[in-house]
């Protein structure tokens, strides 16, 4: 047997091509689109309903959030103690979750119980019945989650960087307060569910280890007959950001020993065609442990255990965040250097090695993101809720291998702007 010599270090391999494996695709009978990547030897897969239907398109603040997450509070077949005491002795797990454009259902489940499994989850979809008692519940744990939240410098200064960049009338920018969970109703959920929980509304992804008899009976339950209400299609709704003049907002509270510093502006468009490049630009700003504004702030000037920046993309418009905590003393050092990072990224090119790094980093990411049939599906829903292709996985792989240290002082230049950053200062005020 050979052993190996660990004196010398492993070649490192360019990943020339990224096979990203692609869902078998079908449309149902009743016209719901099926995603199924087969991947994987445990017996268990998963179930995601994806209902477009998110904040985007909410008619007050919380009534798509609590809408996705009452599903599972009660149905006309089963009670809420039911469903979980259900799931729990099958050994499955529901997750329901909600974003911009978008609600989602996933179901986890063995496959040999995946007929009981899938009972508990067409009544969920189909036949939610929003009882009030546990809605009340329920809102009033969220409040209380919100009072302890609002006692947080990070979640007041996330708060007021969303309102300053996109104004308070856009769905990023409109904070919610805590009346707003009073004013969620039985009848406020219910006329969102009828518009949008539909089978015209909905598409669904199965992964894992994916049998014949478990599509039948994913087609059975959800692609034989139409289920809802309407069967309209939602309005495509455009919300234009109105960022505030301030370039400066201070949240002050003042019994705090760090303060939160957030710093952002409105960045690209997924589709924009620098967006992959962008987020190449970003990375190696913020973006990872090795990246400049770590190197700088924490490990040189030791300001704060940890900085990054990234892209958060939302429809429309996207945000650049710079998102940190540094004791009270440090914040104005620690914005100055953010801006000399800005400028070296803006006017030196970056050395071949730096990049060299980046690259490695950000591939092994994507290698890493891909090697389970679950990971492969959050892919493609990520993919379908963000308008890209097919060829997404190859253009990102060949955006990272191929871009220049000139392409990235370009795109410093013209996507990270000193004068629209805003900065966000929650804590203590110093004189």
Same mark, same amino acid.
């Given at each position: 047997?050979?052993?190996?010599?660990?004196?010398? !270090?492993?070649?490192?391999?360019?990943?020339? @091509?990224?096979?990203?494996?692609?869902?078998?695709?079908?449309?149902?009978?009743?016209?719901? %689109?099926?995603?199924?990547?087969?991947?994987?030897?445990?017996?268990?897969?998963?179930?995601?309903?994806?209902?477009?239907?998110?904040?985007?398109?909410?008619?007050?603040?919380?009534?798509?959030?609590?809408?996705? /997450? #009452?599903?599972?509070?009660?149905?006309?077949?089963?009670?809420?103690?039911?469903?979980?005491?259900?799931?729990?002795?099958?050994?499955?797990?529901?997750?329901?979750?909600?974003?911009?454009?978008?609600?989602? +259902?996933?179901?986890? $489940?063995?496959?040999?119980?995946?007929?009981?499994?899938?009972?508990?989850?067409?009544?969920?979809?189909?036949?939610?019945?929003? =009882?009030?008692?546990?809605?009340?519940?329920?809102?009033?744990?969220?409040?209380?989650?919100?009072?302890?939240?609002?006692?947080?410098?990070?979640?007041?200064?996330?708060?007021?960087?969303?309102?300053?960049?996109?104004?308070?009338?856009? %769905?990023?920018?409109?904070?919610? !307060?805590?009346?707003?969970?009073?004013?969620?109703? %039985?009848?406020?959920?219910?006329?969102?569910?009828?518009?949008?929980?539909?089978?015209?509304?909905?598409?669904?992804?199965? $992964?894992?280890?994916?049998?014949?008899?478990?599509?039948?009976?994913?087609?059975?339950?959800?692609? /034989?007959?139409?289920?809802?209400?309407?069967?309209?299609?939602?309005?495509?709704?455009?919300?234009?950001?109105?960022?505030?003049?301030?370039?400066?907002?201070?949240?002050?509270?003042?019994?705090?020993?760090?303060?939160?510093?957030?710093?952002?502006?409105? $960045?690209?468009?997924?589709?924009? %065609?620098?967006?992959?490049?962008? /987020?190449?630009?970003?990375?190696?700003?913020?973006?990872?442990?090795?990246?400049?504004?770590?190197?700088? +702030? /924490?490990?040189?000037?030791?300001?704060?255990?940890?900085?990054?920046?990234?892209?958060?993309?939302?429809?429309?418009?996207?945000?650049?965040?710079?998102?940190?905590?540094?004791?009270?003393?440090?914040?104005?050092?620690?914005?100055?250097?953010?801006? @000399?990072? +800005?400028?070296?990224?803006?006017?030196? =090119?970056?050395?071949?090695?730096?990049?060299?790094?980046?690259?490695?980093?950000?591939?092994?990411?994507?290698?890493?993101?891909?090697?389970?049939?679950?990971?492969?599906?959050?892919?493609?829903?990520?993919?379908?809720?963000?308008?890209?292709?097919?060829? @997404?996985?190859?253009?990102?792989?060949?955006? +990272?291998?191929?871009?220049?240290?000139?392409?990235?002082?370009?795109?410093?230049?013209?996507?990270?702007?000193?004068?629209?950053?805003?900065?966000?200062?929650?804590?203590?005020? #110093?004189?």
């Amino acid at each position: 047997m050979m052993l190996l010599d660990r004196t010398i !270090q492993p070649k490192v391999r360019d990943i020339e @091509h990224l096979a990203v494996q692609m869902p078998q695709r079908f449309i149902m009978p009743n016209g719901v %689109p099926l995603n199924i990547l087969n991947s994987g030897d445990n017996e268990v897969v998963r179930i995601d309903l994806l209902i477009e239907g998110g904040r985007w398109h909410q008619s007050q603040p919380l009534q798509a959030l609590f809408t996705n /997450r #009452m599903l599972r509070e009660g149905t006309l077949r089963y009670s809420t103690l039911e469903i979980a005491e259900k799931l729990d002795y099958y050994g499955a797990w529901l997750e329901l979750s909600s974003a911009s454009e978008y609600a989602y +259902i996933t179901l986890y $489940s063995l496959n040999k119980y995946l007929p009981q499994t899938l009972d508990v989850l067409e009544s969920i979809v189909k036949e939610p019945t929003f =009882p009030e008692k546990e809605l009340g519940v329920v809102a009033e744990n969220n409040i209380q989650q919100f009072i302890v939240n609002s006692s947080k410098v990070d979640f007041l200064a996330h708060r007021a960087l969303m309102k300053a960049v996109y104004g308070g009338q856009h %769905p990023c920018g409109r904070l919610v !307060q805590k009346e707003d969970y009073k004013r969620i109703t %039985p009848d406020v959920l219910r006329k969102f569910y009828d518009r949008y929980y539909h089978s015209r509304n909905c598409t669904i992804y199965v $992964s894992g280890k994916v049998g014949d008899d478990c599509v039948r009976r994913i087609e059975d339950l959800f692609g /034989r007959e139409a289920f809802g209400k309407g069967f309209q299609k939602p309005e495509k709704t455009d919300f234009v950001p109105v960022s505030s003049v301030d370039k400066r907002i201070f949240v002050e509270y003042a019994d705090v020993m760090q303060s939160a510093v957030r710093m952002g502006m409105l $960045s690209l468009e997924r589709c924009h %065609p620098d967006y992959l490049k962008a /987020r190449v630009m970003v990375t190696l700003f913020g973006g990872y442990f090795g990246s400049r504004l770590m190197s700088n +702030i /924490r490990e040189e000037k030791g300001y704060t255990y940890g900085i990054s920046a990234g892209i958060a993309p939302y429809p429309g418009q996207g945000i650049l965040v710079i998102n940190t905590e540094t004791a009270n003393e440090f914040v104005e050092p620690l914005v100055r250097e953010v801006y @000399h990072e +800005i400028d070296r990224l803006q006017n030196d =090119p970056v050395p071949e090695d730096e990049l060299f790094m980046v690259k490695n980093y950000m591939l092994g990411e994507m290698c890493r993101s891909y090697e389970s049939a679950f990971s492969l599906a959050d892919a493609w829903m990520f993919v379908q809720v963000s308008g890209f292709g097919d060829t @997404h996985f190859e253009d990102v792989l060949n955006t +990272i291998k191929n871009i220049t240290p000139e392409e990235i002082r370009e795109l410093a230049g013209r996507y990270l702007c000193k004068e629209k950053l805003k900065e966000v200062i929650s804590g203590k005020k #110093m004189s």
